[in-house]
């Protein structure tokens, strides 16, 4: 049994065969996927809902990614205030920092995460982290990490490190203020040791597997469109890293999801990991 927590299964990616990436993940056993509500921009924030209503195993999330934080304006505050409602809605994001590419100035992209935590915390939804520092830099992490501990911290509500790609220093960091930490496709790739030395850290109760789908394709599927099927690779390396089979590791992260959302858990998620 796996979980995906996270993965962007709008994408035009998938226009051709969007059913049956979904009915391959099953079969896969992925028994939960996380659809996010980021699309193109803050007109498309119900993208992950729309998926969440056709299926009873896909949850959404809605947000403002930092790449689009340019185009953020009041009206998408409102309408996502809106769609934070939706029974559907489990978080919000992905948010955060992306310095790496800088699509949004970096002042915009910190005001619009800062507004959409407070809109987090007045829906009470815990937040899901993009967080991308330029190139040999820590600069993201340092102003992510800052702006988490003055207007998050004490919410009280924890949230995603999504696609975690940092060290063990701000992974702990996170955990302090009630984070899971999330790995995605990139831990198996060769050059990513730093990702694995900090997947070595983590508590096995502390942390989540993802797709990042259609992006970060893992070994070895690396250089092909990612799906959420896929994940059982990162749960294999994962496991790998941990002592753990792919079974056993997919089992504790998915008992992780459903315990960190308060969701019902399945009949399969309460076996034993042993």
Request: hydrophobic share 40%; with cysteine.
């Amino acid at each position: 049994m796996f979980v995906d927590s996270h993965a962007h299964l709008d994408g035009t990616q998938f226009d051709s065969d969007r059913e049956q990436v979904i009915a391959r993940a099953q079969e896969a056993g992925v028994r939960t996927m996380v659809a996010i509500g980021n699309g193109d921009g803050p007109e498309h924030a119900d993208c992950g809902i729309r998926l969440a209503e056709q299926y009873d195993f896909i949850y959404a999330t809605l947000g403002i990614h930092p790449h689009e934080a340019k185009l953020a304006d009041e009206a998408s505050y409102q309408n996502m205030e809106r769609l934070a409602r939706h029974p559907k809605v489990i978080a919000w994001g992905e948010i955060g920092l992306d310095y790496f590419y800088d699509h949004s100035p970096r002042d915009v992209q910190k005001e619009v995460f800062a507004r959409q935590m407070e809109l987090a915390a007045f829906a009470k939804l815990p937040i899901v982290i993009h967080c991308r520092p330029s190139e040999g830099c820590d600069d993201a992490w340092e102003d992510c990490l800052l702006l988490l501990r003055e207007h998050w911290a004490a919410k009280g509500l924890g949230g995603i490190l999504h696609c975690f790609t940092g060290r063990w220093a701000q992974a702990k960091n996170a955990l302090d203020m009630g984070f899971m930490i999330s790995f995605a496709g990139n831990l198996t790739f060769p050059k990513a040791q730093q990702i694995r030395d900090a997947a070595l850290e983590v508590p096995l109760d502390r942390m989540l597997i993802e797709t990042d789908s259609p992006f970060l394709a893992p070994v070895p599927h690396r250089g092909q469109r990612n799906e959420p099927a896929f994940v059982k690779e990162t749960a294999r390396k994962l496991g790998e890293l941990r002592g753990l089979t792919a079974e056993n590791l997919g089992l504790q992260t998915s008992r992780n999801f459903y315990n960190f959302f308060k969701l019902i858990e399945t009949a399969e998620s309460k076996v034993s990991t042993g």
